[in-house]
Structure formats: structure tokens, C-alpha cells
């Protein structure tokens, strides 16, 4: 294992892991105390440790604003979606995440709003409501039926800045028409 670490430190250039640290980490950051790690304790002792800090936490009102409400959620949708772990540990060893719970929330919900409305199609964003907005404008302009003209795409002016923002941003990716770029004017 020693000879692996020199050969590679060797390929790099640095004669120690400490100097390699130090010619990576900005100065105004590394930090070359010692640790202060307290002494090992067991998964009890740790538990009732870090209820004795959460305890200390001060809950205060939320002023975060700009599209993100202060919901009131029923207890089923709680104990069943959001408490249930199929939602959010991932069904497959190479997806470590929560994507996958996520996915087929967003499919369920997918199919759920095209069958109540009738509609073939429903779009659920991946991300957030500025993304699932961007995604709409692009959506609109790869349907259109006359490629010849520049769109146009209209944003209510009461749009969150966040979600005018990622429009905005999206609108500047040109998007091939043949060997034609457009861009649409928001």
C-alpha cells in the first residue's frame, strides 16, 4: 500500500499527502490543528447526545416567500407518502439517491392529471416550478407548426423572479431547426 501512495504522490509531483493538502486547500481555509474529537461513546450515549443539542434549537416563523407556501398536509398523504421510505431510498444499487421514489411520484402524478383531465400528455417538472416552466416554453416551441417564424412566448408579469429567471435563461439555448438556430423572445 506504501509503495501505491509514493508511486502515485511520485506521478504528481509532492513528496507527502500533508504537502499535497496544503498545495490544494486555499490558506484561508486549512486548518492544521489538531482534530478535537471527543473520547468514543456508544450509539445510546451519542443518541441522547445530539437530542441534548436539537434541543437547543430555536423554531421561529418562516419568511423564505416567493412561491414556497406554508402548507397544511393530511395525515394519509404524510404517513403515506412522505413517512414511507418507497418514496425516497432508491430501488436499485447503482441509484443512490432518492431520484427513483421521485421519478415514479412524478409519473403517478403524470398519469393522475392526464386522467382526470382527458388529456394524452401532462408534464411534471423534475425539478421545481421554474424548471417545469422552462420546460412548457420548450415544449411549446418544439411543437410549433410554423418553424419559419420567430416565436414569442408570454410570461404573466406576476411571475416569481426565480422562475422568470430559469425562462430567461433557457430562452437563450438555441434549438437546431435543421441547420437553423432560433432562439424564441420571451
Do not use: H
Not at 481555509?29 to 450515549?45: K, T
Not at 421561529?60 to 416567500?65: E, K, L, P, Q
Amino acid at each position: 500500500m506504501k509503495l501505491k501512495l509514493q508511486a502515485m504522490l511520485q506521478t504528481i509531483g509532492v513528496e507527502s499527502l500533508d504537502e499535497l493538502t496544503r498545495q490544494t486547500v486555499p490558506e484561508d481555509i486549512l486548518d492544521e490543528r489538531d482534530l478535537q474529537v471527543s473520547a468514543p461513546m456508544s450509539e445510546l450515549e451519542l443518541a441522547r447526545r445530539v437530542n441534548r443539542i436539537g434541543a437547543k434549537n430555536k423554531v421561529f416563523r418562516n419568511y423564505i416567500g416567493m412561491g414556497y407556501y406554508d402548507s397544511k398536509v393530511p395525515p394519509p398523504i404524510v404517513r403515506n407518502i412522505l413517512e414511507n421510505p418507497g418514496w425516497y431510498t432508491s430501488y436499485t444499487p447503482y441509484q443512490a439517491e432518492i431520484s427513483q421514489g421521485r421519478m415514479e411520484s412524478l409519473i403517478n402524478f403524470q398519469t393522475m392529471v392526464s386522467d382526470m383531465t382527458g388529456l394524452p400528455i401532462a408534464n411534471a417538472s423534475l425539478l421545481d416550478e421554474s424548471t417545469a416552466a422552462a420546460e412548457a416554453m420548450a415544449l411549446c416551441y418544439r411543437n410549433l407548426k410554423k418553424k419559419k417564424v420567430t416565436p414569442v412566448f408570454f410570461v404573466d408579469q406576476a411571475v416569481f423572479p426565480q422562475s422568470l429567471g430559469v425562462i430567461l435563461t433557457r430562452a437563450k439555448i438555441p434549438w437546431s431547426q435543421g441547420d437553423n438556430w432560433r432562439l424564441p423572445n420571451v
